[in-house]
T-cell receptor, first 113, second 109 residues
Framework: NAGVTQTPKFQVLKTGQSMTLQCAQD?????MYWYRQDPGMGLRLIYY???????DKGEVPNGYNVSRLNKREFSLRLESAAPSQTSVYFC????????????FGEGSRLTVL | AQRVTQPEKLLSVFKGAPVELKCNYS??????LFWYVQYSRQRLQLLLR?????SIKGFTADLNKGETSFHLKKPFAQEEDSAMYYC???????????WGAGTKLIIKP
């Protein structure tokens, strides 16, 4: 099984450009998450989807939008990229929230010039 | 505010020596605590959670509510333990994990 797959792995954007990070999981998990990781900081939650059809803001949602396309897929969109959004982005999934184990993708390194 | 602090960015010990990775937290209720690990070229993965009271790969962690700590320990470090370790906490039924900044553990031969 692939687990959690996110694309692209690397992307360079110019300020103001838009892009979508794609995430898919094949574990039949209910919950999915988007995190960002910046140097010297822990992961910070951008958005999450507790179950298909729902999305909620996390700690740092500004500048991002998400779509839970179906149970498998959860995308993250940057409508107008800014240099402050340069980061490594991780998608994760879990059976449910709370104390459930998170399963992570490999990460996507985004640079905004 | 809820916070997880890992005071050491880097910890380097010799193979066979004991290892203790520190994790301190601030939270007013009863947190659920986790240790995640990322080995080189691998994905971030769960190592252990305090509610399971388990030992994984020789690592243990005890929740000390008095000191608000959840330190990760291993009596005899192995070279394959070299990795990034992250401590995290969440409230019951809450989808939002709060993460520490991580500690890079290097085991010297």
């Amino acid at each position: 099984n692939a687990g959690v797959t996110q694309t692209p792995k690397f992307q360079v954007l110019k300020t103001g450009q838009s892009m979508t990070l794609q995430c898919a999981q094949d574990m039949n998990h209910n919950s999915m998450y988007w995190y960002r990781q910046d140097p010297g900081m822990g992961l910070r939650l951008i958005y999450y989807s507790a179950s298909e059809g729902t999305t909620d803001k996390g700690e740092v949602p500004n500048g991002y939008n998400v779509s839970r396309l179906n149970k498998r897929e959860f995308s993250l969109r940057l409508e107008s990229a800014a240099p402050s959004q340069t980061s490594v982005y991780f998608c994760a999934s879990s059976v449910a929230g709370g104390t459930g184990e998170l399963f992570f993708g490999e990460g996507s390194r985004l640079t905004v010039l | 505010a809820q916070r997880v602090t890992q005071p050491e960015k880097l910890l380097s010990v010799f193979k066979g020596a004991p290892v203790e990775l520190k994790c301190n937290y601030s939270y007013s209720g009863s947190p659920e605590l986790f240790w995640y690990v990322q080995y080189s070229r691998q994905r971030l993965q769960l190592l252990l959670r305090h509610i399971s009271r388990e030992s994984i790969k020789g690592f243990t962690a005890d929740l000390n509510k008095g000191e608000t700590s959840f330190h990760l320990k291993k009596p005899f470090a192995q070279e394959e333990d070299s990795a990034m370790y992250y401590c995290a906490l969440t409230r019951d039924s809450n989808y939002q994990l709060i993460w520490g900044a991580g500690t890079k553990l290097i085991i010297k031969p």
